[in-house]
């Protein structure tokens, strides 16, 4: 049985935070998972994967990003805009006060993919200790820690000065669904989705390059458990950077690749790769 609610979550900077919930007022529960979803998704994307994650009896609290999902009414060129990077970590942090309240002393771990992997990195290693103590541990997938094709220096050194001067500008990106899933059932959903987009400002892509540098430089400091996963068939992300990463960062890391495109959950591998997630969660449920 399926318990969906759709709510609104005050950000710390008085905006509201469109969330959706999946099973978490289900008393069967061993935790709930705080999902933060990659460039150009949104909330109701990952309803397939909360349905598989239920199967573990982990609930999910799925996060519209700034910039991403349905536009509020009345707003123009919203889509890929945020006052500031900052506002992701800020959001990730409210709605986990948010999930306390709606579900109290429920273990809570953190999932990100691509752009939200990057975002659930710079969450754990801005906030502080105490803070981080909330998570039992964190779930990676495929995060942004670079591209592939790697982004020329001049292009970057562009990125820098645009934002300075004209931050809201955007860029439009072409994205290739078959890059993102092998799946082909998987594509026309993507092809077909009203709210999935390509637009992304400079503002937004300065802040992810920065935060790329960010957790690369502070990889050592992870707090908690992490599950790292990587795409064997990754041509969206860098895979380079992601081992970086996980080499840094140590025994905390649980690291495993899948013969998969950039979206493992939603390929032909999501699967198992679900079932390595809820066991992963399980082992580290005190």
Known sequence: MQNINYKKVSAKDGAEIPIITFNIEDA???????????????????????????????ASVIIDQRGHGKPPDGSKNWHGQIPDYQCFVDDIVSVTEETKKLSPNTPIALYGHSMGGNIIMNTLLKITPEQAKEYFCSLLESPWLGLTPPMKPA???????????????????????????????????????????????????????????????????????????????????????I????????????????????????????????????????SNLT
């Not at 493992?264 to 198992?272: E, L, T, W």
């Open 28 to 58: 069967d529960k061993k935790g709930i998972l705080i999902v933060s979803h990659g460039f150009g998704e949104h909330s109701g994307s990952y309803l397939e994967f909360a349905e598989l994650m239920w199967k573990g009896k982990y």
């Open 155 to 241: 292009t970057r050194s562009l990125v820098k000065v645009l934002n300075k001067i004209m931050p809201r500008f955007i860029i439009k990106q072409k994205l290739k669904h078959e890059q993102i899933s092998s799946d082909e059932e998987k594509n026309k959903y993507y092809a077909n989705d009203p709210y999935y987009h390509g637009f992304i400002s400079v503002r937004m892509l300065n802040g992810i390059i920065n935060g790329c540098d960010f957790a690369l430089e502070n990889a050592g400091k992870m707090p908690v458990k992490t599950f790292l996963a990587y795409a064997e068939n990754e041509i969206i992300v860098s895979n380079k950077e």
């Open 243 to 282: 081992l970086e990463f996980a080499e840094k960062a140590g025994d905390i890391i649980t690291l495993k690749c899948y013969a998969s495109n950039h979206a493992i959950h939603n390929d032909v591998q999501q699967i198992p790769y679900c079932e390595d997630l809820i066991a992963f969660l399980d």
